[in-house]
């Protein structure tokens, strides 16, 4: 059993099922990880999460700037890999969300967002690391903070502040007496439960699917015991098919991301009406 219960894996305890012994249910507690370096409560540390991000941060840079460091007319593999998936982010999203004109300058960070949220997500099912970064809330609410403020600051600049007012408030004169509730609603709206949905919609899908991951993982240890054996064997398979789904799923949520990030930023360049 290991010392430390935040710390406890499937195959790390000797609780199976008929030995008296309760369920290991996953929890808050499978989401906390004692500090690699540092003091937790002094707020300064360095632990498995803040590794996961720092060493997915360098594979990205790593992986693109080999791709494109020396690129040719006729590309290699990996410089093949690379320019589908900026093709497929540029293309496929910026492009169609912001159009090609407007939106060309915004492709580098639309990338980078896309690749990022992306990697972090795929940890969940990386052996040794096995754990989706963007679960733990500050994740994702830091990168919606980044896409908040451009828009906000793009909303300003394009349409200056009463342009800008009646952008966030979605005025509209023809409304005639609910124009003040409309445009209140519309103001929270846009400017508070929108970005709250933006980083909230990545962390929950990200923390349920690892939630889910863990209980038919540690539920196929604590089952393989006697008759529970064949139990534990369905359990088995239905980690197989959460981690195919998660794999669609951790693509799926990186493009979503990424789409409404365009949607803000064509949002904020478009003449209000």
């Known amino acids: 059993m290991s010392a430390d219960p935040t710390q406890v894996l499937?195959?790390?305890t000797d609780c199976h099922i008929f030995d008296g012994c309760g369920f290991p249910a996953p929890g808050l507690h499978s989401f906390m990880f004692e500090p690699l370096w540092g003091d937790g409560d002094s707020n300064v540390y360095f632990n498995k999460t803040m590794l996961l991000a720092l060493l997915g941060s360098i594979i990205i840079v790593g992986f693109f700037w080999a791709a494109f460091r020396k690129p040719k007319v006729v590309?290699?593999?990996l410089q093949l890999?690379?320019?589908?998936?900026?093709?497929?982010?540029?293309?496929?999203i910026v492009y169609e969300?912001?159009?090609?004109?407007e939106g060309e300058k915004y492709v580098p960070l639309v990338v980078s967002l896309f690749f990022f949220v992306w990697m972090m997500n795929i940890w969940s099912i990386v052996p040794v690391a096995q754990f989706p970064v963007t679960s733990i809330i500050s994740y994702p609410l830091v990168l919606a903070a980044i896409v908040y403020i451009l828009w906000v600051s793009l909303t300003f600049?394009?349409?200056g502040f009463v342009g800008a007012f009646k952008n966030f408030t979605g005025y509209d004169k023809s409304l005639g007496p609910v124009l003040p509730l409309a445009m209140t609603i519309e103001f929270f709206s846009n400017l508070i439960v929108r970005p709250f949905t933006h980083a909230v919609r990545l962390f929950a899908n990200m923390f349920a699917g690892h939630t889910l991951l863990l209980l038919f993982t540690i539920a196929s240890?604590?089952?393989l015991n006697?008759?529970?054996i064949a139990y534990a064997g369905v359990s088995f398979i239905m980690v197989i098919v959460m981690t195919a789904f998660e794999l669609f799923i951790q693509a799926l949520q990186a493009y979503v991301f990424v789409l409404l990030t365009c949607t803000f930023i064509?949002?904020?360049l478009a003449e209000h009406h």
Do not use: M, N, S
């Open 97 to 101: 969300t912001i159009g090609k004109k």
């Open 226 to 228: 006697g008759i529970g």
């Open 81 to 92: 890999v690379a320019e589908a998936g900026y093709d497929f982010v540029r293309r496929g």
């Open 75 to 77: 590309p290699g593999k």
């Open 157 to 159: 600049k394009r349409h």
């Open 10 to 12: 499937a195959f790390e």
């Open 221 to 223: 240890w604590y089952l």
């Open 266 to 268: 064509q949002g904020a």
